[in-house]
């Protein structure tokens, strides 16, 4: 279902503002070196996982992967849209990225799925979402089956945002927000879309000083794994 179709009281996001710092004006992001790499690696039949960091290095991703197979389907695990407007293409923050990224023709929302969102957004830009509250209703296999029937065989990007998961499970990260999914619940719905045409991932916003006791890290490890076994499942010998 759409956000409209369901809806919920969540709090509202907070969209991250710019820095203002001299050496950011010169290279805001690094954006050049991140095109660099994935364009070789896109160039081939190379796929890449990315590990991070701020959510906003998705975005020169999915731009060198649209490169190669147009408009992708994304699948993006995540406590929060990213879909706040901003019209600004020379800036970039986690809040904003998937925003340009529809505006910039990059992925195709009606073909792509948010999960594990309890944040809103009333603007989705036209993306499905399966929120926290239906993930917990639904149970982690008939979310996976969801899952597939939206993307179907269509070129899909994977980015795991570890805010996706319950802080109890992964409190290592800058924006945390509880009534999310367990690990366990994580790790069957990754299991259970093996199949789909995954063509690359990232997971994102892991922050190990955050966490003393090392879970974030060993869910974000856990999570770069599975997208691994997901790429290679439709590439058996």
Request: some cysteine; aromatic content about 8%; proline content about 7%.
């Amino acid at each position: 279902k759409t956000a409209e179709e369901h809806p919920q009281h969540f709090p509202q996001q907070q969209k991250q503002q710019p820095c203002d710092t001299e050496e950011e004006e010169e290279d805001p992001f690094g954006f050049h070196n991140l095109d660099f790499d994935n364009n070789n690696c896109t160039a081939t039949d190379t796929a890449t996982v990315t590990l991070g960091g701020d959510h906003y290095i998705t975005l020169p991703i999915l731009e060198a992967y649209a490169e190669k197979y147009g408009p992708l389907s994304l699948l993006q695990f995540d406590a929060h849209t990213d879909t706040w407007a901003d019209d600004d293409m020379d800036r970039i923050d986690h809040g904003t990225f998937l925003y340009k990224a529809v505006k910039l023709g990059l992925v195709d929302p009606s073909r792509s799925v948010q999960v594990g969102i309890r944040t809103d957004n009333p603007d989705t830009l036209g993306f499905n979402i399966i929120d926290a509250q239906q993930m917990r209703a639904m149970g982690p296999e008939a979310v996976a089956e969801e899952i597939c029937a939206i993307l179907k065989d269509y070129p899909t990007y994977l980015t795991f945002d570890i805010d996706c998961l319950d802080p109890a499970f992964a409190p290592g990260t800058g924006t945390p927000v509880w009534g999310g999914p367990s690990s366990a619940e994580m790790a069957c719905i990754l299991r259970n879309i093996a199949g789909i045409e995954l063509m690359g991932g990232d997971v994102v916003e892991v922050s190990p000083p955050f966490d003393t006791t090392g879970a974030t890290a060993i869910a974000g490890a856990h999570a770069a794994t599975e997208i691994l076994c997901l790429w290679g499942w439709t590439r058996r010998g």
